[in-house]
């Protein structure tokens, strides 16, 4: 292509399509994660209406990825359409979104023992002093929603924040905007943070709530995540040397400890769909955007709730269909996801799936099993800038 081509990487956060070929070796629990199809089994219990990722290869993709075919889905997609393969360890967000610009993790994410305490005295203590508190709560495996709600009446009376974990490589704090104060949450999480990513831990994530014991508490939209920097240029470095503007919508800027990432927005995915219909507007000849729509996991994927993952896909398929007759001829548009959560599993964690690779620009065409890498080397390629990642073009 040109130098005035454009370039949007999608990532709607956990929009699996099953058959990870080790799925196997990734729990929920008990249960491995092979047979989860986040797609496939919200269609098939609620049923689905996505007319425009279905048109792009939505459809295509999950029976490529899986062998599972959605009774309605079209075998004509008008875009070109695959299913990428990761090949870091893990499940989580840096893995994927670092692997989809161009970096395979080259460590294994450390973890929290499924234990109570499940964190070491020696991090506790650390957490303390840094908050200045005389202890901290919870302590344990928990979801983010489930932990506020047991802990958030007693953290409003101790002033203690409240530190949980997963099967990911993270450790969250949540801590009341009011009472603890949002400010102090972040420099509370950015001052350990350097410790954690030292232990090969992903990321220190901010999770501020609102309300009360009586009325209920609620996550608020001030999420920040302190992510251990990627340990080799990405896609978004190598735009941005090349003199481009690159966008992040959402975490992205997060997830890349904002290297590379010349501008970012952030709040609600209603709010980021707004900032993504801006920027198909006006973003700059030779740019890239990078947009992270993270509602489908953080508001249905974790807690399992099927039929709001279903109206959550339905209402970025009708955005999505705003937006394509707007792009300019030589745009390049790549709806993808780093990582599954299907609603339909036990447990509350993510799922080691396959994801959809749904390309609008290139014309209608099956791109097959390719791996994530390959989406930066596509996107290079498209906007002609020098590319040393790894992965191979498919324009």
């Not at 049923?47 to 990722?53: A, D, V």
């Not at 709600?149 to 974990?165: F, K, L």
């Not at 896609?235 to 970012?264: E, P």
């Amino acid at each position: 292509m040109t130098d005035q081509a454009r370039a949007f990487i999608i990532v709607i956060d956990s929009v699996g399509i099953g058959g990870a070929p080790d799925a196997d070796q990734y729990f929920n629990g008990d249960l491995p994660d092979t047979g989860a199809n986040t797609v496939a089994h919200i269609a098939q219990k609620h049923g689905l209406r996505i007319p425009t990722l279905d048109a792009l290869g939505l459809g295509a993709a999950v029976t490529l990825a899986s062998g599972d075919v959605l009774d309605g889905f079209t075998t004509s997609p008008t875009g070109a359409w695959g299913a990428a393969t990761e090949i870091s360890r893990g499940k989580d967000t840096p893995s994927g979104h670092w692997e989809l610009a161009g970096v395979p993790v080259p460590w294994d994410w450390h973890t929290f023992p499924k234990t109570e305490p499940t964190f070491p005295d020696e991090l506790t203590v650390m957490i303390c002093e840094a908050a200045g508190t005389g202890g901290i709560l919870a302590n344990r495996h928990d979801s983010g929603t489930a932990v506020i709600d047991a802990e958030g009446a007693r953290h409003m009376q101790t002033g203690w924040p409240i530190c949980y974990t997963s099967v990911d490589s993270v450790l969250q704090i949540a801590a009341h905007e009011e009472t603890f104060g949002r400010e102090r949450l972040l420099k509370l999480c950015a001052d350990i943070a350097p410790t954690l990513h030292a232990m090969k831990i992903g990321r220190v994530i901010a999770r501020p709530f609102i309300g009360d014991p009586e009325t209920g508490f609620e996550r608020t939209a001030y999420r920040r995540d302190f992510a251990i920097a990627p340990p080799s240029p990405t896609l978004c470095d190598y735009v941005h040397d090349a003199g481009r503007m690159v966008h992040g919508v959402g975490k992205i800027g997060d997830i890349f400890s904002m290297r590379g990432v010349d501008a970012t927005t952030k709040g609600r995915d209603a709010d980021l769909m707004g900032d993504l219909n801006r920027l198909v507007d006006t973003a700059e000849a030779g740019s890239l955007t990078f947009a992270n729509f993270v509602e489908f996991d953080s508001e249905y994927g974790h807690r399992r709730d099927v039929a709001g993952y279903a109206a959550h896909l339905e209402w970025f398929d009708a955005a999505l269909a705003e937006i394509l007759p707007r792009l300019r001829a030589d745009d390049l548009l790549i709806v993808t996801a780093d990582h599954g959560n299907d609603p339909t599993w036990p447990g509350t964690d993510h799922t080691r799936e396959r994801v959809p690779v749904l390309v609008h620009g290139i014309g209608a065409k099956p791109l097959g099993q390719i791996d994530f890498v390959d989406v930066a080397a596509s996107v290079a390629d498209h906007l002609n800038v020098p590319y040393a990642g790894q992965g191979k073009s498919f324009l």
